[in-house]
C-alpha cells in the first residue's frame, strides 16, 4: 500500500502542477531499453535481463509576492521483460511550498521528499533491494527581528515518514536560532534543536528523543566561504541508556576563479537514515556515479557520522568535471555490525562535443571496511559510467550509455560484476 500512495502522490504532482500556468514549467517524457548482464548483483548470475522503462519529468518554479513553489519530480515504470527481477513503478521527487503569510517575519512551509532507500543495508543494489521512501513535512518559521542584524527565529515541524517496510514514524521537531550579523563578513548564531520520533511499530523500532544544542560561524570573503559548528547532542532512547556525542562541522570554500573551487570539509555528527535521506534528497539514485551502493541505508539506529572529505569543481569552455575524494567512519549505537570505515575517490564530468552531441562521464571507487570483529568483510567496489547523448531536434533527444560495476569482498558471497547497455530516447519541452 505505501508504494501505491507514494506513486499516486508523485503522479498527482506531475498532473496538477502543469495546471501552473504563471510558473516557470519544463517537463519530459521518453523511453529507454536496457540490457543487464547481473541485474541481481549476484555472484554467479545464469542469465541476461532486458528492461523497458518509460520516464516523465517536471520542474516547476513559481515565486510571488504570497508563496513559492519549486517541484523537481521524476517517475520511472520499469518493467524487466525476463522476470529475473521484479518491476518496479518508483521515481523522485523535491516540491517545496512556501506560503509568505508576513513575508520575513511569519512564513509556513510544505515539503515533500520521495525517493528510495535498501531495505537490507548490507546486500547489493540489486531492484529486489530498493523501497519507494516518502517524507511530508511542514510547519512554520517565526522571525523576531531587534534590528537589521540582530534576530530571533523559532522553527516548528511535524512530519511522517513512509517506508515499504517497518520503518513508518511520525517526527515532531522545534528548534530556536538567535542569529548576529557581527559585520559585513561574519555572521554567528546559537541553536537548540529538538526533535521526537516515535514508531508505528515500536516493537521492532525503538522511538527515541534528540536535542542538539550547538554554536555556529559563518564567515565570507570575496568568493571565499568558512562555516563552522561546535557542540553536543544528547539522545534518549526509550529502551537504552542515554547517549551524548559530540557535534563538530569545518567547512572551508575556496574559488580559485569564477568557474573552479574547492571545497576542504569534516564533519562529526549524531543522525539517523531519515534524517540522511532529507539531507541529501533523492539525488543518490540507484546507478549513480557516486553513490557506492547506489542507495541510502534504512536502518532505525542512531550513528555517528565522521567524515572528511575534499571537493573540487570547475567549468571551462566546452564542459565541466568534478573530483571528490573522502574517508568516513560510522558507528552505530545499537547494529554494530553495520560500524564501517569507507574511503572513497569520484570522478564525474561532461564533455560538450558540438552543440548537439555530449559526453558524460563518471568513475567512482569505494573501499569499505566493516569493524565489528564478529563480522569479517571488506569491500572493494568500482564503478564505471560513459553516455553519449545526441539531440536530435530542439525538443527531441537520443542517448545510449555503458555503465560497469564491480564488489570484490573477502567473503566471495558478496562478489558481483555487471555490465549494463541503455538506450534511451526523449521528448523535451526545451
Known amino acids: 500500500m505505501t508504494r501505491k500512495r507514494n506513486i499516486n502522490l508523485l503522479t498527482a504532482c506531475l498532473c496538477l502542477s502543469t495546471n501552473i500556468y504563471a510558473a516557470e514549467v519544463d517537463y519530459s517524457a521518453g523511453v529507454s531499453l536496457a540490457q543487464y548482464d547481473n541485474v541481481n548483483l549476484i555472484p554467479n548470475p545464469t542469465q541476461k535481463e532486458t528492461s523497458v522503462t518509460l520516464r516523465g519529468a517536471l520542474s516547476v518554479v513559481e515565486d510571488t509576492a504570497t508563496y513559492s513553489t519549486n517541484i523537481d519530480a521524476r517517475a520511472r515504470l520499469i518493467n524487466y521483460t525476463n522476470d529475473i527481477a521484479p518491476d518496479q513503478n518508483t521515481g523522485d521527487m523535491v516540491a517545496n511550498l512556501l506560503w509568505k ?238 560500524d564501517a570505515k569507507t574511503t572513497g575517490a569520484a570522478l564525474t564530468g561532461i564533455w560538450n562535443l558540438a552543440t548537439r552531441d555530449s559526453v558524460r562521464y563518471g568513475l567512482t571507487y569505494l573501499n569499505t571496511l566493516y569493524l565489528d570483529p564478529a563480522y569479517n568483510r571488506e569491500d572493494d567496489d568500482y564503478y564505471y559510467v560513459i553516455s553519449y547523448d545526441h539531440r536530435l531536434r530542439r525538443t527531441l533527444r537520443m542517448g545510449f550509455s555503458v555503465r560497469y560495476s564491480e564488489r570484490n569482498s573477502i567473503d566471495s558471497n558478496f562478489d558481483y560484476e555487471d555490465i549494463t547497455y541503455i538506450f534511451n530516447l526523449d521528448y523535451t519541452s526545451e
Open 101 to 338: 503569510i508576513d513575508p520575513g517575519r511569519f512564513e509556513w512551509y510544505l515539503d515533500d521528499v520521495f525517493t528510495q532507500s535498501a531495505i537490507d543495508t548490507l546486500a547489493s543494489n540489486s531492484p529486489a533491494n530498493r523501497q519507494n521512501v516518502n517524507i511530508l513535512s511542514t510547519g512554520p518559521d517565526y522571525t523576531i527581528r531587534f534590528d537589521a542584524t540582530n534576530n530571533l527565529i523559532f522553527q516548528f515541524r511535524v512530519e511522517r515518514y513512509n517506508y515499504e517496510i517497518n520503518r513508518d514514524n511520525n517526527r515532531a521537531s522545534a528548534a530556536i536560532i538567535w542569529s548576529k550579523q557581527l559585520n559585513s563578513r561574519l555572521n554567528v548564531s546559537l541553536n537548540d534543536y529538538a526533535e521526537k520520533v516515535k514508531f508505528d511499530d515500536s516493537v521492532f523500532n525503538n522511538n527515541f528523543q534528540r536535542n542538539d544544542i550547538f554554536l555556529a560561524v559563518s564567515y565570507i570573503s570575496g568568493m571565499n566561504t568558512l562555516d563552522a559548528q561546535y557542540g553536543t547532542t544528547k539522545v534518549i532512547n526509550d529502551i537504552y541508556n542515554d547517549s551524548d556525542y559530540d557535534r563538530y562541522l569545518l567547512a572551508i570554500n575556496r574559488a580559485s576563479t569564477r568557474t573552479s573551487n574547492i571545497r576542504l570539509s569534516f564533519e562529526n555528527i549524531a543522525t539517523d537514515t531519515g534524517s540522511q535521506i532529507l539531507q541529501t534528497g533523492p539525488g543518490i539514485s540507484a546507478g549513480s556515479a557516486t553513490s557506492g551502493s547506489g542507495i541510502t541505508s534504512s536502518s532505525n539506529d542512531i550513528y555517528v557520522d565522521k567524515t572528511y572529505r575534499a571537493q573540487y569543481n570547475t567549468a571551462y569552455s566546452s564542459g565541466s568535471y568534478a573530483i571528490d575524494l573522502f574517508t568516513r567512519d560510522r558507528n552505530y549505537m545499537r547494529q554494530n555490525n553495520l
